[in-house]
Each structure stands twice: as C-alpha cells, then as structure tokens.
C-alpha cells in the first residue's frame, strides 16, 4: 500500500468514527450542564423551603403577641400588663416596646426596652392599627431605621365574644431574624434573604440591607416574586434572564405572611469544576480511542484485503 494513502485511510476512518462521536459528546456537555442547573435549581428550592419554614416558626414563637402574653382578654387589664411587661423585661432584644390598646384604641399601658428613648409612634393611630381593626386579625408593617435594625410594628386584637376587649401593639426588632437569615446563607452560593411583602430587604446573608435599610430586592428576584404572586405559588424556582446574563432564584412564602425567602445566583458561578473535570475526561478518551479505532482499521484492511499480498507480488 502506498504510504501516503495508508495515513489517507487511517485519517478517514478515524474522522468517520470522531465526528458523530464529537456532535453527540457536545450534546453530552451541554445536557449535563441542564442536568446540574436543574439539581442546583432544586437544591436552591429545598434551601428556601426550609428556610421559610424556620422563620415561620420563629415569627410564630417570638411575634405572635397573643401566643407571647400568654393569656387572653379574660384575664383582665392587670394580668395583662403584668405579663407586657414582663415580656420586655426578658426579651428587650425582640420586645422594644409594647403596648395595651382598650377595644376603642385608647392607649392603656406602655412598656419600652430603653425608657431613655423618647417613643414618637403612636400606636394609636398606626395603620397596623387601623388594619386589625378592620379585619380583627393581626396586623403590622416592617419600619427601617436609617441607623436601627428593622422593627415590626404590630397590632392585634384579643377576642371576646367575638369583639375586640383589647389590642396588644408594640414595636419588635428585627434584629434576631435577621441573624438567623444570615446564618443560613453562610452556605449560599449566592444571596439568601427574607423580604417584607413590598420586595425591601429585611435581611440577607451579604448584609447589603444593613448598609441600605429599605432596600428593594434584586430586579431578579422581583421578576420571579411577580411570577410567583400571578401564580398564586406559595414556591417558585426557575432560571432568569436579566440583562445579558443568566440566574438561578428560588422564592418560597412564609406561611402566615406576605413575606419570601429567596436566594438568587448567577448561573455562570455553578460550583461544578468536578464534574467538568469528569466529562471532559471521558470525551478525551474517547479520541483517543478514534485514532485507536483508525490505526486498527487500517491493520484490517491490509489483512483482510490482502494488501500486504500485493506489495509482495509487486516486487
């Protein structure tokens, strides 16, 4: 066999084998790619799942006024401040300041935390106030202090006979929640945080809400809490796409609020150098074996053809 069609035959064959073999591994790479966006899509879900279960149970434990007082409208005007000001005497880092509002809003007793602060908020006349009110279900709002933690201002009414007898209302840090979020993002491999129904930050494990208290959630994240919202999905995880570039963003409601657990990464920081690693392996091997698969073909050839016969009777 001449020379230069002996590496002719072999470089054929081999491209015969190598190009499907390089369309298929390149459909490998990208769906294994989908494949770990998708695990980490799920992984995010199962985070903020979690995540929104903690802090429900917490807001349950520590800011529910009624659960936290203990007793009911039946025990009267004394039981109950007694048992106000008890709570800000054990717990001043939750409980600032609280309050016992009569069935009409009149302002019965007030307890704060720190008495060298002079309280301005009325709690009176307070939305939350006004709220609870109208549906005789707790009420508040979040308050961001320029130089403070965030605060829930909180209003709710104690039963009796179906009526309001009394109002409990106050003004609750923020602080130990914010923690806990902040805590639970230490793993993120994004951003993890907790928003208040209006999309501000209330907390978030790169602490930009406590350099910027008030601030609005990324554009990202209210993109998916829109979705979520229209839906009526109490969860909700999915790529976005915003401006140019790709993210993975998870949102999961707290049950019993209007707030979300959300945690947000861009997809190009997909932790996954291992397994890049793995199938970039695999495909190498698999060239190399192409070039095997030619050298052995062209051996083949020669036998089966009898190449190697006509040489002999050529010369």
Excluded at 94 to 113: M, V
Aim: net charge positive; charged share 20%.
């Amino acid at each position: 066999m001449n020379q230069n069609n002996k590496y002719k035959f072999t470089f054929t064959v081999t491209g015969l084998f190598l190009i499907p073999f390089l369309i298929l591994s390149m459909h490998f790479v990208r769906g294994e790619a989908e494949i770990r966006r998708n695990d980490t899509l799920r992984y995010l879900e199962l985070r903020t799942l979690t995540g929104a279960g903690i802090i429900s149970d917490v807001l349950s434990l520590n800011y529910n006024l009624s659960r936290a007082a203990g007793t009911g409208a039946s025990a009267g005007t004394a039981a109950l401040k007694t048992r106000l000001a008890g709570l800000v005497r054990e717990n001043p880092f939750i409980y600032s300041e609280l309050s016992l509002l009569g069935p009409s809003g009149g302002e019965l007793a007030r307890y704060a935390a720190d008495r060298s602060v002079k309280t301005r908020l009325s709690y009176s006349g307070s939305p939350s106030l006004a709220e609870a009110r109208r549906t005789l279900a707790p009420a508040g709002a979040v308050e961001y202090g320029e130089y403070t933690p965030p605060a829930l201002v909180l209003a709710e009414p104690l039963l009796k006979n179906g009526a309001p007898a009394y109002y409990l209302a106050g003004r609750l840090s923020l602080a130990y929640l914010g923690e806990i979020v902040r805590m639970m993002g230490r793993n993120s491999y994004g951003n993890l945080g907790l928003v208040d129904m209006g999309g501000q930050v209330i907390a978030d494990s790169m602490s930009a809400s406590i350099m910027r208290p008030g601030l609005k959630a990324p554009a990202e994240v209210m993109k998916l809490l829109a979705l979520a919202s229209a839906r009526e999905l109490q969860n909700f995880s999915s790529e976005v796409y915003f401006r140019g570039r790709t993210y993975l963003v998870s949102v999961s409601n707290v049950a019993g609020s209007g707030w979300w657990i959300y945690e947000v990464m861009d997809a190009a920081d997909l932790p996954a150098r291992k397994v890049s690693y793995r199938a970039w392996r695999v495909i190498l091997a698999g060239v190399a074996l192409m070039f095997i698969f030619g050298v052995v073909a062209l051996k083949l050839a020669r036998y089966w053809l009898g190449g190697d016969g006509a040489e002999e009777a050529g010369r």
